[in-house]
């Protein structure tokens, strides 16, 4: 079992489409898998986290809940190939453990990887937006990008004669997307689970560890306008929730800076290109509004 780091979490396989269409359409092993098990820790709070582990060569996927009074992840749900996966997270369990997680490590912004690797076993539930989990599913996958290479320039490497000198005779080559998953594995993607198979009745599932983990996630999230440099902003975050309005971003943007403020996460969220979801939390959080309040009216 090779333990990746958080920082590093996935990196080479993340950039690649096929691990996502192996996660997703889960009908077999990965192809040439190197290494052949990963492990994923997801560190929330408090000595609570998420674990997901992943066999690339079986399918199978499992994820868990780290407890501090434990070493091993307490198992939460199973995937294989061929099955549906289970409902071990509801949404907005999955959603606020991916804001505190961002929070912590600005390596993981919201919504990110974070969303698009669980978000199979949190699927949508009718007491949920189906609009606003899909938005924020949309936005995960689209927020994976990887490092291209420059293209290569196109042309002779002579002068050519005024005949041939046109562009149309040196066409260059396509650029590659940075992209990783395109628009149309995210429209599959994001198709609502046609199966639900519920574990948390089952007599082993540890719902009062996730139940802990849930509140202390809420805490921390709770505790954030309150901390240096947030509270200023608070009545401006208050005011976007409230209108709906994202046009002030940029003045809460520019409040956090002036005052100092440098955390990575906070910022990349509020700076252009506004991404409507990315910026929908951030205010949301520094507003200490419900989740997904704001969202709502831009979904």
């Known amino acids: 079992m090779v333990v990746v780091p958080v920082s590093e979490a ?7 489409p096929r691990f996502w269409s192996f996660l997703f359409v889960n009908d077999g092993a990965y192809p040439d898998p190197d290494p052949a098990e ?6 929330v709070t408090g000595g609570y986290g998420l674990v997901l582990d992943l066999d690339l060569v079986t399918g199978d996927q499992t994820l868990g809940l780290r407890e501090p009074s434990s070493s091993d992840p307490v198992q939460l749900g199973w995937a294989g190939p061929g099955r549906p996966h289970p409902a071990a ?11 505190v997680i961002a929070l912590e490590d ?18 949508a539930t009718p007491d949920d937006d189906g609009d606003a989990v899909a938005a924020v599913r949309e936005a995960a996958y689209r927020s994976l990008r990887r490092d291209v290479p420059p293209a290569a320039p196109g042309g002779p490497e002579q002068a050519p004669l005024p005949l041939f000198a046109a562009d149309r005779w040196w066409p260059r080559p396509p650029a590659p997307s940075p992209r990783v998953i395109d628009e149309a594995a995210i429209a599959a993607y994001t198709v609502p689970a046609t199966a639900r198979l519920e574990v948390r009745g089952g007599s082993r599932f540890p719902r009062e560890g996730l139940a802990e983990l849930v509140r202390q ?10 901390e240096r440099w947030y509270a200023e902003v608070r009545p401006l975050a208050r005011r976007i929730t409230d209108t709906g309005d994202l046009r002030p ?12 403020c440098d955390h990575p996460t906070v910022l990349d969220a509020l700076s252009e290109p506004i991404v409507e979801v990315e910026a929908c939390w951030m205010v949301e959080t520094l507003a200490g509004a419900v989740p997904g309040s704001l969202l709502r009216r831009h979904v």
């Open 10 to 16: 996935l990196h080479r396989l993340s950039e690649d």
């Open 38 to 43: 990963v492990r994923v820790s997801l560190p």
């Open 89 to 99: 997270l509801r949404w907005h369990e999955l959603e606020l453990c991916a804001r």
């Open 106 to 123: 600005p390596t993981l912004p919201h919504p990110g990887l974070v969303v698009a690797l669980l978000s199979p076993f949190a699927p």
């Open 217 to 226: 996630a809420a805490q921390r999230l709770s505790r954030l306008p309150e």
């Open 249 to 260: 971003v940029k003045d809460l943007l520019g409040v956090l800076t002036e005052a100092g």
